[in-house]
């Protein structure tokens, strides 16, 4: 096993029970296995996933104790000894997806987000809110160097995820998409990576604070504020030119409603994507306008190897800026407590340095 220096203690925010509370403490620097990396993680982002595995929100146990995050951005400072192709001194990202076995039907085919037997950073595995971290080197992600770290931290999911998204919709250029939550972490990002790829975007979340951000920042086409709005579904079709709705639908919101509205206002042959994964919650369509307007509804889910580098190629190229808040990994709880009141505009990342 190759390696830097590395030290035997290191900083971390431990779930010890669901529910929580995160503890700021020092842990053992775990070691890698033959085919694995030890990433020295400078910047991690916080993604409602996270909060999602602290309270037990789904149908699928956590480790415990867990050390959360799968948004971390570092350095390869120790290699297992059948790694070859990752260097240490290589910038690497640690993403959801911290291994699959590569060996079942959609490994093969690389759709290894479905695979049976998956490792989850942060949620089976320990994650990114530590200094060092340990992923499977088929599955980290390949950060270039001219890259900065605390930028490209929120693109190894949201990023990845919503560009996915993005392609899972067949909206093509020029076209419409409604992206719902986007004022939030793959909200934010949707908007920047359609904007890329062509589309017009109407947002879709509440509050001036992420309508400004969205208007101004991100280039939304047009806002719809949820909250005040008396027909969100009107308002939505009417932002776009014929009336008839967008093309596609990004549903990327942590609450139920849109997941049941969301039919009602896309275009006839248009596709809703299920993204975002509200705790207990179903999707609802009124049968009779599903069929004679022809939807697809489908669900979406991180992506590949290959979906990962181009989502940071996007990034590496200037195209996608979204806004970003650095604080230091001891401060996770007040990003917890701000995400559950909805207060943040775009995304928090943690420095894994304070
Ligand atoms: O692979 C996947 N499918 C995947 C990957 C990563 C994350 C899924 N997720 C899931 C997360 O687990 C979470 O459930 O996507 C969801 C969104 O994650 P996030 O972007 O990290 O969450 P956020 O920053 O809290 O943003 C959520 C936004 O939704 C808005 C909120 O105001 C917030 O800005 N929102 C809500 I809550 N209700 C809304 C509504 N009715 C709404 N926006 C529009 N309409
Ligand atoms: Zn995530
Ligand atoms: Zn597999």
Known sequence: MGSMDIPTEQWAQVIEKTGGPVE???????????????????????????????????????????????????????????????????????KWLNGSCLACDFCMQADEPLCPKPQLSGYTVDGSFQQYCIAKAAHVARIPKDVALDAIAPVLCAGITVYKGLKESGARPGESVA??????????????????????????????????????????????????SKDVVQEVKNATPDGLGPHAVLLVAVSEKPFQQAAEYVRPRGTVVCIGLPANAFLKAP???????????????????????????????????????????SELQMVYDKMIRGEIAGRYVLDTSR
Not at 84 to 94: L, N, R
Not at 198 to 227: H, R, W
Not at 302 to 320: Q, T
């Open 179 to 228: 992206i719902v939550g986007a004022g939030g972490g793959l909200g934010s990002l949707a908007q920047q990576y359609a904007k890329a790829m062509g589309l017009k975007v109407i947002a879709i979340d509440t509050g001036d604070e992420k309508s400004k951000m969205c208007l101004e920042q991100l280039g939304a086409d047009s806002f719809v504020d949820f909250a005040k």
């Open 287 to 329: 049968v009779f306008e599903s069929v004679i307007k022809m939807i697809t509804i489908k669900g979406s889910y991180v992506g590949n190897r290959k979906d990962g580098a181009e989502a940071i190629e996007f990034f590496r190229r200037g195209l996608i800026k979204a806004p970003f808040k650095v604080v230091g990994l």
């Open 24 to 94: 700021y403490k020092k842990i053992p620097v775990p070691k890698p296995g033959p085919d694995e990396v030890l990433v020295n993680i400078k910047y991690t982002g916080v993604c409602h996933t996270d909060l999602h595995a602290l309270n037990g929100d789904w149908p699928l146990a956590t480790k415990l104790p867990l050390v959360g995050g799968h948004e971390g951005a570092g350095v390869v400072v120790a290699r297992g000894d059948l790694v070859k192709d990752v260097e240490i001194g290589d910038h690497a990202g640690v």
